[in-house]
Every structure is written in structure tokens, then in C-alpha cells.
């Protein structure tokens, strides 16, 4: 139980100090009997623009430790990408030369795997974890570009894919979030390339998808612009508006957004591109370029808030990353608790 609740980001020295743990760990049952005690941090995951491989970070941004290069293709590496996580694992989707694929780190042993592929291979898709869970919905079909409303749910303990029912709306670059126990759609494009406001949320308990009409009226819609930039701390669902740089803090009574002030990185310059915002734990994570001009000195800004939906405006920490000299623009970006 004492190594169990040793940091993550410290189990390289202990691998180098005894091959016994070295063994335990790459079995993964150092990071089951921390799920069994309920103990768990978080580690933070990105890719940023011109460098190959991915980065991981502790919580707190104090350690940091460079991921193998995904051994994948030309077309996967130069391509668009979407990640996300469960348990112990870092998937990363995208198309490769004969196909759509999903590539995936585990934790324990420090590699890369081929799959296995969702069954319908996807892009530009909503998802979101819980635990052990993982929840992809919605997208373009890699082959046909197919808007579709299929959903599926991963599990990390046996590798599967299941299917979902089908969501009410076909949609396309949406994002995802859990939220009160549900997996939650928002936003997005439909078929007819019409921008969708309304969201909807699946139901495990009646294995059903429920419309939330109008969910984002209140959020403005720049051009261009990526997925909504959404995250859940404490429960409570925030965005980054990337057209205004305004945090907000969705009300559930209502149907509305609050205003909680401004974030300290320039959202607005590339339409909500190349920012990260995230959940970390109980705080907002929030990175990328406090300028709105790009150079080479332009230097990667972290920034954490502890959100306060009552509050008028939220105060943000910087964070010192000795790894700041990454390029500020970031492609992908996951959150693993574990």
C-alpha cells in the first residue's frame, strides 16, 4: 500500500533502484490497488506544435517525462488528431495511410500500441472518461465523412468497444464532457454544415439520449473556430468562450452561462485553435500564448484557477514549468487520472 501511493512521477526511481518494482509496476497492479484505495493524481498529456513526440507532466507541473515517438505513418503524424483517457491509458485517434486507427500508451509499461480501433472509426468526434471509462460520440466517418450520431464506450480493463444507442443528433466537431453521472454532447455541426446550440446527454441508468435545446445560445460563434472548449471541475461545467477569452460556468436551473472573467491566454486569436482547457483534479487548466502574435521566443503560459461558479471573477495562478519552451501552440491535450 506504501507504493501505491508513491507519486507517478517518481516511479522511474524506483525502477532504477529495484527491478522487483520495475516488474510490479509494468504488471499495472500498483495503479489497480490505487484505484482500490481510491487514490489517485492527476498526470497531464500534450502535443505541441513541431515536436514529435508527446510530453507528460505531474499535476503540478514540476516533472516532466518525453513519450516514445508514436511508431505510426507519415499521414498519422502530419495529420489531425484527437485524444483522450481511461484508467491508464492515452489514446490518440487519427488516419493513417490505409485507414482511420487509435493508438494507445499505457502507463505502466511506457509504450505504444496499435488499438484496437473504435467500430466505426471516427473523426472530429465529442469524448469524455470516467474512471476506467472512455466515451466517444458523434464525428465524421474516416472513409465515407459521414456526419454521424453513432456513440461507443471503451473499457480499459479488457480493451473492448461497445455500442451506444444512437444520439438524437447527427453531429460533427462537438465536444464532450461527464457531467452529473452523463456523458454530454454539446454543440457541433450537423449534416448540412448548420451550427447545432443544443446539446444532449446519455442516460446509463435508462441506456437513453435526452435533448438539452439551446444549451449554447449564450456562447457567440467566431470564425474560425474549434469544438467548444469545455471542461468539469467539482462538477459543475465551465468554457472558455474563444471569441471573447471569457471563462463561463453553465448554469443547470436555467439553461444559461455566467460570465467569471477573463482567462489569462489568448483564445481568440485561432478561434479556440492551439489552447488547451482542462479539468485538472477540482481546478481549471488553462495553456497556451498570453500574446496574440507567434515567434520563436513566444513562450508556452500554464495557468490553474480553483472555479468558484458564485464568484464575479476568478483569480488564475501561474504555473513555473521548467518545460515552458515548448511551442505555446498545443494540437492535443488529455488529463489521466490514475
Not at 14 to 39: A, P, Q
Not at 135 to 151: D, I, P
Not at 237 to 264: I, Q, R
Not at 302 to 316: A, M, N
Request: with cysteine.
Amino acid at each position: 500500500m506504501i507504493l501505491a501511493r508513491f507519486p507517478i512521477s517518481k516511479h522511474w526511481k524506483m525502477c532504477c533502484l529495484s527491478k522487483r518494482f520495475l516488474t510490479l509496476l509494468k504488471s499495472g497492479e500498483i495503479y489497480k490497488m490505487r484505484r482500490v484505495i481510491g487514490f489517485k493524481e492527476p498526470s497531464v498529456f500534450m502535443l505541441a506544435s513541431g515536436e514529435r513526440n508527446w510530453y507528460a507532466f505531474d499535476g503540478h507541473f514540476r516533472s516532466c517525462r518525453k513519450l516514445p515517438i508514436i511508431p505510426s505513418d507519415y499521414n498519422f503524424e502530419w495529420g489531425d488528431k484527437e485524444s483522450f483517457s481511461a484508467g491508464t491509458n492515452l489514446f490518440v485517434s487519427g488516419k493513417e495511410v490505409e485507414g482511420g486507427v487509435v493508438w494507445r500508451y499505457e502507463l505502466a509499461t511506457h509504450e505504444w500500441f496499435k488499438g484496437p480501433c473504435m467500430l466505426t472509426p471516427r473523426c472530429l468526434f465529442a469524448s469524455a472518461s470516467c474512471g476506467t471509462m472512455a466515451y466517444v460520440a458523434g464525428g465524421l466517418e474516416t472513409t465515407t465523412s459521414e456526419v454521424l450520431s453513432s456513440a461507443e464506450r471503451y473499457n480499459s480493463e479488457n480493451h473492448t468497444w461497445e455500442t451506444l444507442p444512437r444520439m438524437i443528433q447527427r453531429r460533427k466537431s462537438c465536444s464532450g464532457c461527464y457531467l452529473d453521472n452523463k456523458f454530454y454532447v454539446l454543440g457541433g455541426r450537423d449534416e448540412q454544415q448548420n451550427d447545432l446550440t443544443c446539446g444532449e446527454f446519455f442516460d446509463e441508468g435508462t441506456n437513453t439520449w435526452n435533448l438539452v435545446p439551446e444549451m449554447l445560445k449564450d456562447i457567440p460563434l467566431s470564425t474560425p473556430r474549434a469544438p467548444p472548449l469545455v471542461a468539469v471541475a467539482n462538477n459543475e461545467l465551465y468554457t472558455l468562450d474563444a471569441s471573447s477569452n471569457e471563462l463561463k460556468v453553465y448554469l443547470k436551473g436555467n439553461n444559461s452561462w455566467k460570465k467569471l472573467g477573463h482567462v489569462p491566454v489568448r483564445a481568440d486569436t485561432q478561434g479556440g485553435w492551439g489552447v488547451a482547457f482542462k479539468s485538472l483534479g477540482n481546478e481549471l487548466l488553462v495553456i497556451g500564448a498570453t500574446s496574440s502574435s507567434y515567434s520563436p521566443r513566444t513562450m508556452m503560459k500554464i495557468y490553474t484557477c480553483l472555479p468558484d461558479p458564485h464568484v464575479e471573477k476568478l483569480q488564475w495562478k501561474q504555473i513555473v514549468c521548467d518545460s515552458t519552451n515548448l511551442n505555446p501552440f498545443i494540437h492535443n491535450c488529455a488529463v489521466m487520472l490514475a
